[in-house]
């Protein structure tokens, strides 16, 4: 991987070097990532990214070229820069693994560290975070409105970059995609990389069944035909007649067509007659062009016969909510030695905070196994002892609400710990697992629908509700 | 840069391999690509992009180990493993450069090769040319709605992935963007990085008056300060006070303020007033918070009094139509030693191809100097040589439409000549010139609309519309 440091934003150095000249390198400070809205109006959000993060922080450095670099603006300390030249990351690192399924407010991500190097990642933990959630949300979305149908991504020449096409293909893999088309992804995560043909295939040859013909004896075991280069039922036709020539005599079988324009539905219960007609009833029907979770339900709909969905540039680019908002927030800072909590106030109140290092706990149903809440806690509350407390939403806090019959599962692990890796990044096939198995079992069904979802609930711990009014109190005090 | 080469979607191996062992490896072909439709239902786009195509062509080769990747697939025939050790690109490219505003239908990349090596960079030449064109053409937008106003792209937290992040930064510059947050846009392609704070900086400090005591300390040349952290109003009295305290006896002044919250116009306008009372008339309003071409205009509506704009994910991630769908069709393939056109018919009209290889040329006014109009020629007829011609409007082809007082420029250069690299790329600096050259000078005002521009003439020549309608009618015969 390239080193990718000083992929950050400027910022990050006027500040770092700010607090290097005012002798706060070494003052510790809380860094929480979180979201604030799941993208298109969803139940939930897929965390993923990580892995790249790990990667990016055990290589944290920089070189004698980016120091230069950084000189040349001639607005940057020489300590700080000697400081650079020996920096590597020494903080601690906690985050829920990747695959698990979040919702907004919550710590996905918590650095604790030096506040120097907790604003030097700030960039890439988000753009990582970020793009690679969205992604495999999206993903979730399509697969789960596919039901038992493949789905397939093919969106690499609609990516935004070439880092785009590959992490694209491994989120979305993460969030249930069964293969993809870009090569980049199988050589790098192993995410089956598969494809057949384009229309230049046929308009290569003099005609389509002599470009059929030639697609099946060289694939005369996995032979997927594109049909609708010229006209969808000729198409269809025409590949009857190279599967009963081709490959029948040699007791091989058309694995399927593909149709990429025309009215997707409609065609895909002709077909199927024709192919059922002809024997062929294991003949897969394959769809693509601009397909997303909202066509596919509204195909489903209209009773359309497809086995499989190529979903491109409306998976890739996650096109109908392409921005994952994930922020990076300060919560808390040392003071005489303490880590004193921080909040931010806005005149958007949806931009408030909420202050401290908080803990993210997930109530699961003892008997039904549902992960019905979140709960967010100081450090030294330990949920998992069991018994029974009390949890206050903060959407209405007059509410104290008793938990019981629960179990309670704290969602981060630490990652790194003070500088060292102390995670071991788990298999992209078993985070994929991970997914499948919080969806089938153990997330809320009424937070599955496309739209208006259950809103999880994440309640804040007696504690952290305290400490926020009181926050907010001296803050408003302190304004008038 | 990594090598690329296996960024490349799979089905491109299977046809490389078909047309392999069907003794096609040294058919020549042509390929165009071109889009659709203007992103934003806009009136042009900006090709960008090429740069990245030129620096993935030249290393186009494949490693022992993408050799041993693709022969584990075992559908792929040895001699074309062989054929893949040797490979390198020996055909030509032809492209408009960087810049060039450019409208649907018509060629951006021509590739001239065997079928072969045509094929395999199909991946990502799309996956470069749409991207870079998309954040290039967004950014232009946003920029023109900024009038004189400065635009700073400030998206890498939000950008998909890594490199969507970096060369999104050179791709908004080229759009008229003045500078980048992302440090490694500016070492990587010179655009200049820049920043100041984040609400952390404020946050750290016991209070916003010592938080920005300790900036100007810091940085009394380049102090822009972030106000809304807690309050706007307030943040912005405690600017003040800091620029009369810290900054002004040293003789130096607030450069700006920075409001990432809030109501953007009606805040812009009250500092403004605050600033002018206190003799800050120099102080500059920097606003942020998911703003795009749209928000930017009806913010001037308001009389807003905003100097300068960070624009995020709605720039980096082209939000508001974040796919551009540029394709990449066969027009032309070599029989009996003869470039013969090809068509792609569709039961999508408007994926009906031209056919043939053709040269895309700009007619200028001779009074005005506006480009009116694009032309389609085959490669042997030539509009230059001045003179007057019949062109075809394809949508009202009862039209010849006779050019006068116009000069032809032939718009796309030589990239690749067999195989050998003609062109010096430009710098980065002369492609953004070049844009704001043609927005200033060449182009129609009409098409530079937000929304319902003009939509640009994009004719063919009598010979192109005589080939393509021929085709169609004989296809037409072949499928009833």
């Not at 004698?64 to 020996?86: H, M, N, S």
């Not at 918590?110 to 969205?134: D, K, P, Y």
């Not at 596919?296 to 998976?315: F, V």
Request: aromatic share 10%.
């Amino acid at each position: 991987m390239k080193n990718l440091t000083m992929l950050v934003d400027f910022y990050e150095f006027t500040m770092a070097n700010g607090f290097y000249v005012h002798g706060h390198k070494d003052t510790k400070a809380v860094f929480e990532m979180f979201y604030r809205k799941n993208p298109d109006r969803g139940g939930y959000v897929i965390a993923a990214g990580l892995e790249q993060l790990i990667d990016f922080v055990s290589d944290m450095h920089f070189t004698e070229e980016d120091i230069d670099y950084l000189r040349k603006k001639r607005i940057f300390d020489e300590g700080f820069l000697d400081y650079l030249k020996e920096f590597r990351f020494r903080g601690t690192i906690e985050a829920v693994p990747e695959g698990t399924i979040v919702y907004p407010g919550t710590p996905l991500v918590t650095v604790t560290g030096n506040v120097i190097e907790c604003q030097l990642l700030e960039t890439f933990l988000l753009l990582t975070i970020n793009h690679q959630s969205l992604i495999a949300t999206k993903a979730n979305r399509i697969c789960r409105a596919a039901g038992d149908g493949i789905v397939m991504e093919f969106g690499a020449r609609r990516a935004q970059g070439p880092d785009a096409a590959v992490l694209g293909a491994r989120a979305a893999y993460i969030g249930g995609c069964h293969a993809t088309a870009t090569v980049l992804a199988d050589q790098m995560y192993g995410v089956n990389a598969i494809g057949t043909m384009a229309h230049s295939w046929i308009q290569f040859f003099s005609s389509e069944e002599e470009a059929f013909r030639a697609y099946a004896e060289t694939y005369p075991d996995d032979c997927t035909l594109l049909i609708d280069t010229y006209d969808i039922i000729k198409g269809a036709q025409c590949a009857v007649k190279v599967a009963k020539e081709v490959l029948e005599p040699k007791g091989k079988r058309l694995k399927g067509v593909r149709i990429d324009s025309g009215d997707l539905a409609y065609f895909s219960k002709k077909l199927r007659a024709l192919f059922d007609e002809n024997g062929m009833e294991d003949c897969k029907i394959v769809v693509s062009n601009s397909i997303d979770e909202w066509l596919l339900n509204s195909m489903k709909t209209q009773g359309a016969r497809i086995d499989s969905y190529g979903i491109g540039e409306r998976l890739i680019t996650a096109k109908s909510d392409p921005v994952f908002g994930g922020v990076y927030k300060l919560v808390a800072v040392e003071e005489e030695g303490k880590l004193t909590p921080r909040i931010k106030i806005s005149e958007n109140e949806e931009k408030i905070t909420n202050p401290g290092k908080k803990v993210l706990w997930r109530l699961f149903n003892k008997t039904s196994g549902i992960g019905y809440a979140d709960v967010l806690t100081l450090e030294e509350e330990h949920l998992d002892e069991g018994g029974s407390f009390y949890v206050i939403d903060p959407k209405k806090p007059w509410k104290h609400i008793l938990i019981d019959n629960s179990v309670a599962v704290r969602l981060q692990k630490t990652i790194f710990d003070n500088g060292k890796l102390v995670y071991n990044k788990p298999r992209l096939e078993d985070i994929r697992k991970y997914v499948k198995d919080q969806i089938e079992n153990t997330v809320w069904e009424e937070e599955l629908r496309l739209e208006n979802p259950h809103v999880h609930y994440v309640d804040l711990s007696e504690k952290i509700y305290q400490i926020k009014s009181q926050m907010l109190q001296e803050a408003g005090k302190k304004l008038n």
